[in-house]
Structures are given as structure tokens and as C-alpha cells.
């Protein structure tokens, strides 16, 4: 079930990048929030080795439970401040990040832990209240800042687009997307900026089309979430 699921979300990846006429890679970050740790164990056993949690205290419980091949940890969702404590040591590439705030503590916690932190900066590109991000007015300022913390290592920009009936209307949040990553490139050291993560499973064909090269898919591999 989760194999065909999988195998589906693969083909229509590699159908869009055909389509955008790409010739590089994209990774499927596999969005495991809300299943248990199960699902990590047989969607590793299918070869997939990015995963995506959205909050940390689940995230935790499930690294504890989870045995297999090593996995690369994605934190997707929203972090407060006061779990970056917690998050630092539990993740490979943290997507939300949206103010300075949240990079001062990340820079706290990664010295601790002498870690460099890799990061992604969120941005709000459709400027929707209820999602967070930083806004594109923000951008350059965070960006900048965040280049002068040792222990955080900038990789890239992450962003949500909202929620429309017909995925091709989120097209152009997705191209403004593309030209700030693109643009993004020459603040930073040569090959420092690599990822542009956009896409879940609504409209993950398109973002690839609009050049994501890390999509986050959780209900088109794992089915719908239950909520308790
Ligand atoms: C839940 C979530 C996803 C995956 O959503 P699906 O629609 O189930 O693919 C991707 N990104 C973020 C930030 C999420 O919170």
C-alpha cells in the first residue's frame, strides 16, 4: 500500500522534472507527522532516507523508537524557541526558520553542542496571516544576519504555498520562490546554498516544475492523517 503510494509520488516527481526539462535531482522528504513510527520503519525499507517531522516532542519520541538505516531528519514545521533546545541535536536540516530570535537560540544551542546547524530561512511569499515565514521584506536582513552566526550554516529557503483548489494557482508564489533562492546564491559561499524546498503533496508537481529540488510529501505516500 505505502510501497505503490511511494512508487506513484516517485514517477509523478520524475514526470514533472522531465516536463521542467531538469536534469538534476530532487529529494522527497517522506512527511511522517501524525504516523507512527512504523511508517518511518517501512518507508526507510523502501530505500527513502529523508524524512519530515513537524513538531519536535513527536519527532523525539519516534528517533527514540525508530530502528534502521540511518535517516537524514527534516524539522518542517513550526519551532518555538524554547524547543530549540531539543531540536538542535535531533535534526540534519531545520526548514522554519523565520527570525533572528530563532537563529540567536540556534546558534546558542549548536555552540553547545559544537555543531554547525544547517538551516533553511522560511519565507512567507503569499503573505498568509495565518502561516509563518518571515516576509520577502524581512528576507535580506534575516539572510544577512544569519551569515554572521558561526554555528548556523544557511542552505537554502523553504516555503509553504496556500492552499488552492487548483494547484497551478500556486505557480507564481512558487516562481517568486525560485528567483529569491536563485538570488540568494551570491550572499553566501560558492555551493552553500543548495536547496529550495517547496511542494507537498497538492502541489508538488508544480513546485518541481518551478525548479523545488526538496519536496515534502506525507498524505500522497501515507494517506490521510488521523488527528486524536
Ligand atoms: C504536513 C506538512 C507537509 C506534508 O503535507 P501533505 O499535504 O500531507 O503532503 C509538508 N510541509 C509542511 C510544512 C507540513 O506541515
Redesign the pocket.
Known sequence: MIEESLHAVQQRMADAMARAGRVDTAIL?A?T?NHPVSAIEEISGLGVTHV?E?RVQEAKEKQMLYKGPRLTWHL??HLQVNKVRQAVPMFDLI??VDSRKLLDEIEKVAAKHDKVQDILLQVNIAREESKSGMSVEEFPDIRDYAKTLPHVRVRGM?C?APFFDDPEEARPIFRVAHALYEDMKRYFEEGQIQYLSMG???D?EVALEEGANIV???????GE?VYY
Open positions: 522528504v512527511v507527522k519530515g513537524n518542517i514545521g526548514h522554519s523553504m509553504i507537498m503533496t497538492h508538488f515534502r510529501v506525507g498524505t500522497a505516500i501515507f492523517r
